[in-house]
């Protein structure tokens, strides 16, 4: 991804369009240098341009306030898709998609596709949607009914899968493609939609059953709730983020477990790590946040940390284990998808 990818024709329009004098460019940490140059760009064409140093784990993350008190007009926001939120300046998301050729990956598994059934779903991250199309054209050609679920208003596009959000996974299919590098994105859809899920890398070509891969992340998170089973001290953890405040359903956890004649104290973070606990007297912590935090990073933390829907299983409201997923709003039927610099669109 170079600066004719990001597109920064399209971006001075905007940022001319919502009269913009200085942005703040916020990027992951796998495109510093496209932002360097993107801010160089800008600085051609006579816009100030400020580069945010803080790291960022997606469009949940967005540094509108921290734009704001920079005196920033606007945000330009790389690497992630369109999430709605109520942002504090005028923000433009500017994902970052893959260049990567992704039908010799299907054409090399045609076979293993087929153990999915002939009716599957079809989904992917942000990087590869824009070979949604082709992928599905390749399948049909192949002689399978392939679904694309719209998703609800937490995704960017139909297909798209988050890492707290697998709605679009959610149609009626016999299994489940998943295309994309990395292990998070397949596991959370095949916990979520129960089905037989098949993960495909287009970069190495290799394919990998999830169902084996996310029975082997719920045995571990069920040794994370048996650990918990004689904690007496919660400490339960809100997100600062914007997309990922959860702050009613934190005070709902809390009331649980103190209906349940356990210590629970709710706590405030903005990047929630284990070490900057350390000082507090509490048992076991819940993270209501990016459910990544508790999965992904569970062997950092000395105490045992669960999600929400772990915490009802631990106090005996629920049996079968549940994937935490954090849900927006059903889309209407004419509801507009496409919400970046692609789409055109963005909310402030």
């Not at 045992?304 to 915490?311: K, S």
Request: include cysteine; charge should be negative.
């Amino acid at each position: 991804m170079g600066i004719h990818d990001v597109n920064g024709s399209e971006i001075v329009k905007f940022l001319r369009e919502v009269k913009a004098k200085r942005v703040l460019i916020q990027t992951p940490e796998g495109l510093k240098r496209e932002a360097q140059e993107l801010a160089d760009f800008l600085g051609e064409n006579g816009i100030e341009a400020i580069i945010s140093g803080d790291i960022n784990y997606g469009a949940c993350d967005p540094a509108d306030t921290e734009a704001r008190r920079l005196g920033c007009d606007a945000l330009i926001h790389l690497g992630h898709s369109y999430m709605r939120l109520h942002l504090e300046v005028p923000t433009l998301f500017v994902p970052a998609f893959a260049k990567v050729d992704v039908v010799p990956a299907l054409e090399k598994n045609l076979e293993e596709i087929r153990k999915l059934g002939r009716r599957i779903a079809l989904v992917t991250t942000a990087q590869h949607i824009h070979h949604l199309e082709r992928m599905r054209d390749f399948l049909e050609r192949e002689g399978f009914e392939v679904l694309v679920g719209r998703g609800d208003s937490r995704v960017s596009w139909p297909g798209q899968v988050l890492g707290c959000n697998f709605s679009a996974a959610k149609v009626d299919a016999e299994g489940v493609l998943f295309i994309g590098a990395g292990y998070f994105h397949p596991i959370g859809v095949a916990m979520a939609v129960k089905r037989p899920t098949l993960a495909i890398n287009p970069y190495s070509g290799d394919a990998i059953w999830m169902d084996k891969e996310a029975e082997r992340l719920v045995r571990k998170r069920w040794a994370q709730i048996a650990k918990a089973m004689e904690a007496q001290r919660f400490g339960v953890i809100t997100s600062t983020k914007k997309g990922q405040f959860r702050l009613a359903e934190a005070k709902r956890i809390v009331k649980l477990l103190r209906e349940h004649g356990k210590y629970a104290r709710l706590l405030a973070m903005n990047h929630i790590n284990y070490p900057a606990l350390e000082g507090f007297d509490f048992d076991a912590y819940v993270v209501v946040a990016c459910p990544r935090v508790p999965i992904d990073d569970y062997e950092n933390w000395r105490k045992p940390v669960l999600t929400p829907r772990e915490v009802e299983i631990l106090l005996g409201l629920r049996e079968d284990y549940e994937f935490d997923e954090i849900l927006g709003a059903e889309r209407g039927e004419d509801e507009p998808l496409g919400f970046s610099l692609r789409g055109g669109g963005q909310e402030s």
